[in-house]
């Protein structure tokens, strides 16, 4: 598939899958450290803010080119960390798990979409699993298309499958790239080992990102991109110091024609810097 047809594609579906994005070796880093978190924090299964807590880990799967290259092709060259999960769900009896869901939703920063057309997202999740996901540890499930119907849904219905739902048996190491308008919900975990989830969530340059940025090893990582002259990796920690003029650009040449011609400049700026020095 081409960029452009993938895209074309999650216009459509709302969500795409890169298959096979991260390897082994890393995801048993990231396994690791999550175990020496949850060992320091209280069996603490959820953590946020893990750029800070582990940045020569995380900052890769942040940066990485495979997911931020269509990411910025999605939300245009306006792209910031908005937070970096890494958790584990505990397994339940398969009994609990029966005919559950763990919670339809969309995903922070969304809205109820009031027709059918297509809108750029405010914020994408690029979701990993540590593990295959078989049935035992749980599938992803997603409303195809979703992201354009003005569907709601009654309490009640939120913990049931539902009749519109598809099952994604993701393997270890597979992104799936969502919009945050897709109504989507995990699977209870039963299989006797915790179910591991890394969310890298992404979210429009203007808006106000969850994870703080502000710690040292954060800090040190946006000192090194501005010496770089790197403005995509600026913008994902919070600081886009070219968004006054292209967010009131004037708005008669489309979208991504205009989101490119940035893109091209963010990356000539990085080449201009390198020829000086
Ligand atoms: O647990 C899952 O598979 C889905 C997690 C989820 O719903 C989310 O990232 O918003």
């Known amino acids: 598939m081409t960029t452009d047809e993938r895209f074309e594609a999650y216009k459509t579906n709302g969500f795409t899958v890169f298959e096979k994005v991260f ?3 890393q995801m048993h880093l990231w396994r690791e450290k999550h175990r020496q978190l949850s060992a320091e924090n209280n069996g603490q299964t959820w953590f946020g803010n893990t750029l800070e807590l582990a940045p020569d880990l995380m900052w890769p799967a942040v940066t990485h080119p495979t997911i931020l290259e269509f990411v910025e092709k ?14 584990a769900f505990s397994s339940i009896e398969p009994e609990k798990g029966k005919g559950r869901v763990s919670g339809w939703h969309r995903d922070r920063w969304a809205h109820v979409p009031y027709t059918d057309a297509y809108h750029r997202p405010n914020a994408i ?18 409303i195809v298309g979703s992201h354009r119907t003005p569907l709601t849904m009654a309490d009640a219905a939120r913990a049931k499958p539902h009749s519109d739902e598809t099952l994604i048996h993701m393997k270890a190491g597979d992104v799936v790239i969502t919009h945050n308008g897709l ?23 203007w808006l106000k990102h969850t994870d703080h940025h502000s710690g040292p090893h954060t800090q040190k990582l946006l000192a090194e991109a501005k010496a770089a002259n790197n403005h995509q990796q600026m913008r994902l920690l919070g600081v886009d110091e070219q968004l006054q ?19 091209a400049a963010d990356r000539g700026a990085i080449l201009r810097l390198g020829a000086k020095l």
Request: charged residues 15%; glycine residues 6%; proline residues 6%.
């Open 23 to 25: 390897a082994e070796p």
């Open 74 to 87: 999605v939300m245009g060259p306006f792209v910031q960390l908005d937070n970096l999960t890494l958790a």
């Open 125 to 142: 999740n690029a979701i990993s699993y540590l593990q295959d996901l078989t049935d035992a540890f749980g599938p992803l499930r997603v």
């Open 183 to 205: 109504v989507h919900s995990g699977t209870p975990n039963t299989s006797g080992q915790l179910r591991y989830f890394f969310s890298i969530y992404y979210n429009l340059t």
């Open 245 to 263: 003029p292209r967010c009131n650009s004037g708005f008669l040449c489309a979208d991504e024609e205009r989101w490119e011609e940035w893109a």
